[in-house]
Every structure is written in C-alpha cells, then in structure tokens.
C-alpha cells in the first residue's frame, strides 16, 4: 500500500516535457511513476491533470532581516545605501528570538508557496553573531519540511573594520554552509580583491561554498566578477562558485561584457538576478534614460551558464513588499529580462527549480523520480508558461513525502448577463 497516491498527475519532466502518469509515496520516497498505478493508498490525491512539479527553489534570501520593513524607518530613497543605514540601526535590537520568529515565518510563507530549499545569508558584521547563531538554530527547527543553507554574509565588508574579519571566521566554524562577502562595499577596490582571496581561501580552508554580492551596483567600474572569475579558474573549485546580483554586469560596455563571458565559459560558477528588489533598488542615482539594474541574464543563459532566480528581500530596508513567492520572482525576471519568447518563459521557470538546486548544490537529490525523497508540488496550471503568465496558487506542497500545506485554487463565478 502506498503512503501517498497522486492520481492524474501531469508531471514536468526535466527536459521540459510533460507525462501525464500517477506517481506513489512510500517511507518518504517516490517509490513508482507510471500511467496508471492500481495499487491502493492511506492518502490518495485526485489532481485532475494539475501539474505536478519538483518545488522551488529560494536561491538567495536574508531571513535575518525580513517582515522589519519600516523599523525603525522608512526607506525614503528606495537606495541599497538607505537600506544598509537602516538596517544598522534595527540590528542594534536584534534578539535570538526576534530573528527565529520572523525567519520561520517567512519560511512557512515560502513554503506554502512552493518553496522547499533556501539559502538565506546571515548578517556577520555585528559583534554578537545573533543572527547567525537564530538561523543556524532555524536550520535545525525547521529541517524536517524545508531545507535551509545559511550564508556567512559580511555584510559592512571584511576590511571596513578590524574586527568583522574575525568575525567572518568564527561564523564558519559556527557553522554556516556557505562564506559570502561583498567586495564592493570594502573601502576601497584593494579591500575588495583582499577580500575576494580571503573568501577563497576560508571556503577551501573549511570546505565551503561561495555565494558573494558581487557588483551590486550601477558603477560599470565595479568590476570584482573578472576577480571571482580568476580565483575560480586558478582554484578549480567550479560550480561551487556562485555571484549574486551582478548588477555592474548590465552596465558594463559590450566590448568587456563579451571577453568577460569568455572568460566565465572557463568556470562553471553560478549566477544569481534578483529581479523584484534590483529592478527598484538600481538605477536611483539616473535620470534617463533609466537602466533596468539586472546582471545579462539572457546572455549568460544563451552561453548555458547557470543562472537561478532569488527573492532576495520580503518586506525588509531594501524591499518592502514581497511575499516569498517564487512565481513573483520569475514573473518579473522574463520581464525585466525581456525573456518573452516560449524558450525563454520556459527557462526562467527553471531558474526557480532545477538550476537554483544546481546552485545550492542539491542537484543529485532534486526533481521528481523514482528513488527520490517526494519534495514536490501541485500547480493549479497545465504547464510553465501557465503558472508563470497566471502564477496560481500552489495547491499541495509535499515535503518528505507529506502533505505540508494546501491551499484551494480561488473559483470565480460569472453572474452577468452575456
Ligand atoms: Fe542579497
């Protein structure tokens, strides 16, 4: 008898094909995928040709500072500058539990959107480490429905004073799954490539990731990717690489930008756009015409590069609106990004599933198959582009083969006369 039975299942495979197939659960695994499956079940879900995907993937969050949006300000100028300012002054109140409450419940939200993986980074420019230390107890509280990986993330930069250093490595020996930085915000371009050097030599140091705030910034001077780039060639360490943001990216004159893509071609590092909180934050310092404030996503996606989408912000100093919702994220990255075409609609849902676990390093346990623990959702849509033109709600989100949540798709009802 199977735990679970998901009858009528129109299930979307990884090459963007769709089986229309019964899938059962046993022991928190996908124990069989077929047409039809006749043997009978303690829960058997009926889903009338939904589509079943394997669930999103939040690629890059700060928990640590979400749902504080107007503490203890406003974000009048909408700048990542304001935004930096204000949060130094929450983060002065900040308690083990103020951070836990607030990330789990962004995590339930995120959640119940569909959203079963999470790398959130933790703020390790204050003294006390509380944020890091509340997201790694999160981490634990929450492992047995969604799985979350906590970046060391310096904020004020390793260089801006002497202690912040210190500070980055005792969060890696605290725990954190993933060394972060943010070159250029160091005080000066030397602070920044030291800084980048360091990062590498913490991650292969303690067997980490990188996940840095690369370029997030207007300034097509800002240019510590070609510095990303070089330590990951000279490292080898490859896809265990990923830049954030890299917004200097779409400013950078095309003549760079093409022997920069060259040079990516030689690593395997991923990328990550932010497009909700970019496409506000950027820009702000240009009257028009306007930049857009997002890294070349297209570009880097026709050179397959991996390039996941992230939230970045919910409802925080950066951005204050945001709801966790991974179809948000991608409804606005094919806009932004201008990736309109069948191809490119398809690719940006992707880049909330498949290649986010690529990033984040899951890939081997990620997607909907036989043998794999059962992480997947129901969508109230027929296929990608559907959930991504109407972004419906998510009806079931299964995790480790359980029903966590379920939300009833909205009817409307016609009461006119035509
Ligand atoms: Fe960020």
């Known amino acids: 008898m199977y735990d679970m039975l998901l009858r009528q299942c129109r299930l979307l495979e990884r090459d963007g094909t769709i089986s229309e197939v019964d899938i059962g659960i046993e022991s928190g695994l996908i124990s069989e995928i077929a047409p039809q499956l006749l043997r009978p079940a303690k829960i058997t879900l009926d889903l009338q040709q939904r589509l079943v995907s394997p669930a999103f993937v939040e690629s890059h969050i700060h928990l640590d500072s979400a749902l504080t949006a107007g503490q203890p300000r406003w974000n009048q100028s909408g700048t990542l500058f304001e935004g930096i300012e204000i949060w130094g002054d929450r983060k002065q109140s900040l308690s083990l539990e103020d951070v836990k409450t607030r990330a789990i419940e962004t995590l339930k939200q995120q959640a119940l959107q569909g959203t079963l993986w999470v790398r959130s980074h933790a703020d390790v420019s204050e003294a006390s480490l509380t944020t890091l230390q509340a997201l790694l107890e999160v981490r634990e509280a929450v492992k047995d429905w969604i799985t979350l990986q906590v970046v060391a993330f310096p904020q004020d930069g390793i260089y801006s004073n002497s202690t912040n250093e210190a500070l980055l490595e005792k969060a890696i020996d605290m725990g954190a799954d993933v060394v972060g930085g943010i070159p250029h915000y160091e005080l000066t371009r030397e602070d920044g490539v030291r800084s980048l050097h360091k990062i590498f030599d913490l991650a292969i140091q303690h067997d980490r990731l990188i996940d840095i705030h690369c370029d997030e910034i207007d300034d097509d001077q800002s240019r510590f990717l070609e510095v990303v780039v070089a330590q990951t060639i000279k490292t080898g360490l490859g896809d265990r690489v990923t830049a954030s943001h890299t917004t200097a990216f779409g400013s ?46 297209k570009e880097l996606w026709q050179q397959d590069v991996n390039v996941s989408f992230g939230h970045d912000c919910v409802q925080d100093p950066w951005y204050t609106l945001g709801t966790g919702s991974m179809l948000d994220v991608a409804h606005m990255g094919l806009h932004v990004c201008q990736m309109t075409g069948i191809d490119e609609m398809n690719a940006c849902y992707d880049m909330i599933t498949w290649n986010g676990a690529k990033t984040l390093n899951i890939a081997d346990q990620y997607g909907v198959e036989i043998g794999k623990t059962a992480n997947l959702i129901v969508l109230d849509a027929s ?23 379920r939300t009833e798709p909205p009817r409307s009802m016609w009461n006119g006369t035509i």
């Open 252 to 297: 950078y004159n095309n003549a760079y930008a093409v022997k920069l893509l060259g040079f990516l071609r030689r690593t395997q590092i991923n990328f990550i756009a932010n497009p909700l909180i970019n496409i506000t934050l950027q820009g702000r310092t240009d009257t028009y015409p306007k930049r857009r404030g997002v890294t070349r996503v």
């Open 383 to 405: 296929d990608r582009y559907d959930a991504l033109r109407r972004r419906p709600v998510v009806n079931y989100v299964i995790s480790r083969g359980k029903l966590l949540c």
